[in-house]
């Protein structure tokens, strides 16, 4: 159990070092992962796989851009408000949500960067038209905040089958368990986000309804190899690093 530190007035202190260990366990995965990432983006989209160099260095470009500084904000949050009287699946949905609205851009130009229907575009150029977006603070947000809902179960599930004194590896195991059993509920929301960060303006009762089933699971396959392993180092990670960094 992380406990905090109290001043004097009783209050508990910030947690900086919470932010830091986000970000750490954020930029790793980033580093290592962002070539599956590309790949996901490709197969949501219903693109043709292209494995190329330019693939993976757009893919890390993107990644970089985007996962850091996300985790770092979530974490750095969900661990400051951890010993209020907030429900724990509360603190997960309201910090993730933070983190993903002031990151949105960030992440749209993480889907635009590794289509390939903005190949022939450079990384700067992708770069403005994303900030150029009049949406780019909404555009997906919607579905990113029911999304987060798995937040709220993938946290305290995670904590709760994990032991204070579990290695890194078992800590990073359980985290994938749980990451693969939520995130397999919420991936459909997956699919369809990619399609509206790119553009696509169609409602999530149409994408639903007008799509065959298939539809909602492609890509699922790279989720397993790239999803659930990066959201297991990241919030694995931070997770034992909270435990054993006061």
Same mark, same amino acid.
């Given at each position: 159990?992380?406990i ?11 947690? $900086? ?9 954020? =930029? ?21 796989? *292209? ?78 038209g994303?900030w ?11 579905? *990113? ?8 179960? /993938? ?13 890194? =590896?078992? =800590? ?5 368990i749980?990451?693969t059993?939520?995130? *397999?509920?919420? $991936? ?33 396959g790279?989720?397993?190899?790239? *999803? ?6 990241? /919030? ?11």
């Amino acid at each position: 159990m992380v406990i905090l530190a109290s001043n004097p007035a009783g209050m508990p202190l910030p947690r $900086y070092n919470d932010f830091i260990n986000g970000l750490i366990s954020g =930029t790793f995965t980033a580093l290592f992962l962002s070539p599956l990432d590309a790949i996901r983006v490709q197969q949501q989209l219903n693109e043709k796989m *292209t494995i190329s160099r330019k693939t993976f260095n757009r893919a890390g470009l993107g990644c970089m851009a985007s996962q850091p500084l996300f985790w770092s904000i979530f974490w750095g949050l969900r661990q400051n408000i951890k010993q209020t009287p907030i429900p724990s699946p509360i603190q997960a949905l309201v910090t993730s949500c933070a983190a993903s609205t002031l990151c949105n851009p960030l992440f749209c130009f993480r889907t635009r960067i590794s289509s390939t229907q903005n190949f022939d575009k450079t990384v700067a150029d992708v770069w403005r038209g994303t900030w150029n977006l009049k949406d780019k603070w909404t555009r997906g947000l919607g579905t *990113t905040y029911f999304h987060n809902i798995q937040f709220g179960a /993938l946290v305290p599930l995670t904590e709760h089958i994990r032991q204070p004194r579990d290695s890194l =590896t078992t =800590t990073i195991l359980k985290t994938a368990i749980a990451k693969t059993i939520v995130g *397999t509920l919420w $991936y459909p929301s997956e699919v369809y986000r990619s399609e509206i960060r790119m553009g696509s303006n169609i409602r999530p009762i149409d994408f639903l309804t007008q799509n065959k089933f298939d539809v909602f699971w492609r890509g699922y396959g790279i989720f397993l190899l790239r *999803t659930v392993p990066q959201t297991a180092l990241a /919030l694995g990670g931070a997770i034992w690093l909270s435990d054993n960094t006061k």
